[in-house]
């Protein structure tokens, strides 16, 4: 994702047009899962756009911009299930399933985020795409890489990589290439070892990694996502530059 970031930023693909966000998993259909405080509003906030969708919203806010409106539509696929301890008893699930989301950005593209916990066949799918003016970035999450699409900037966008401040803190946060688990263990990792560091009032020497602030700011637009779907009416976002 910084990778794909500093190429954004740089304007190597040009003004951006759209970008596509999609997290799809599978580990709801089950019908016999039983009723948790994750399928109850109440208790957990939401469903899919909470669970899967505010990382999808936090790499749209990074690599791309900052949300302007959002209209959004969510499903519930499986409306009851097996209450925890009661037996033969049901609840009701109140949370969404599957939720997709127009949104248009304060740089003036239009974009999309899809999620889902009902997908199957589709366990971990994931897809980030954002289209330029003159090329467009595929985020490759498997491989921790960021694939451009455009033939005629390849020569200076190891550079701009390479030179990207992100890009070189997260070479501090990741493990080394000996010590890797893989590429989610190592995102995993270096969320951990950063979360710590900004508790123990460390320094990793990167005054613009995420805060408790931004990750408010990100569960903002998840809000403004749920209104939305509540009301079927667009709805406009509070950004930081606002406040």
């Known amino acids: 994702m910084a990778a794909a970031r500093a190429i954004v930023r740089t304007g190597v693909i ?19 899962r039983a009723m948790t405080w994750r399928l109850s509003r109440k208790e957990s906030g939401g469903g899919a756009l909470v669970d899967l969708g505010l990382h999808m919203v936090d790499a749209v806010r990074m690599v791309v911009g900052e949300f302007e409106a959002v209209r959004c ?20 699930v109140d949370v969404d399933d599957w939720a997709l989301v127009t949104a248009d950005l304060m740089n003036g593209s239009t974009g999309t985020i899809e999620v889902s916990r009902v997908h199957a066949g ?19 999450l498997q491989r921790g890489r960021a694939v451009i699409m455009d ?23 990741f493990p080394s290439s000996k010590m890797s688990m893989g590429p989610m263990c190592d995102m995993h990792a270096a969320s951990i070892y950063t979360f710590l560091d900004g508790c123990t009032g460390g320094d990793v020497g990167f005054a613009a990694r995420p805060t408790l602030a ?30």
Not at 14 to 28: E, M
Not at 78 to 85: A, D, I, Q
């Open 73 to 92: 539509v969510t499903r519930t696929v499986v409306g009851e299930r097996p209450s925890t301890g009661v037996p033969d008893g049901m609840s009701r």
């Open 122 to 140: 589709r366990e971990g799918a994931f897809a980030f795409e954002v289209f330029g003016t003159k090329g467009s970035v595929t985020v490759d």
């Open 214 to 243: 931004e990750a408010g700011w990100t569960h903002r637009v998840v809000d403004a996502c749920y209104r939305s779907a509540d009301t079927g009416n667009r709805v406009n976002v509070e950004h930081p530059q606002a406040s």
């Open 14 to 32: 040009g003004d951006v047009v759209t970008w596509r966000a999609v997290l799809l998993h599978a580990s709801y259909l089950n019908t016999q």
């Open 151 to 173: 033939a005629a900037s390849r020569d200076v966008t190891q550079d701009i990589v390479l030179d990207d401040p992100w890009v070189t803190y997260l070479k501090t946060a």
